[in-house]
């Protein structure tokens, strides 16, 4: 019993300082941790919508090839022959629809596709 209250005295707890700067060393590492999730989620965001666009890309040349290279007169023309139904045509980081990519001329519809999301451009 005595060993309990020599462990639970105010001589072994520790000080409000030291809580203190616990607190603060774990308030730290969480930041941390935060922003690193979210450059993470950020940078895959951008992966993905990469990836999206090169889909995209290639069911356009794939349409062409097989329409004696015509492009299709939208997006969702490429549904199902070229790209899953279930594909959706925006970007993962914002949500924002892909821009079509139309060429006048003798040929017609879309021939290329590009995101409009900041950090997006050039993919
Ligand atoms: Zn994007």
Known sequence: MSRIRHLLSAENGF?????????????????IVV???QASTRLMSKTVCRANLRLIRGAIETYRSVNDGQNPPALNDLKPSYIKDTFEFKC???GQAYTEIITGGG????????CLSPGHEGF
């Not at 603060?24 to 590492?29: C, E, G, P, Y």
């Not at 040929?107 to 590009?114: I, L, Q, R, T, W």
Request: cysteine-free; hydrophobic content about 60%; proline content about 3%.
């Open 35 to 37: 922003a690193t999730y």
């Open 92 to 94: 993962p980081a914002t």
């Open 15 to 31: 000080t409000l300082l030291e809580l203190a700067i616990v607190v603060l060393i774990l308030a730290i590492l969480v930041g």
């Open 107 to 114: 040929v017609s519809g879309v021939s290329d596709v590009k």
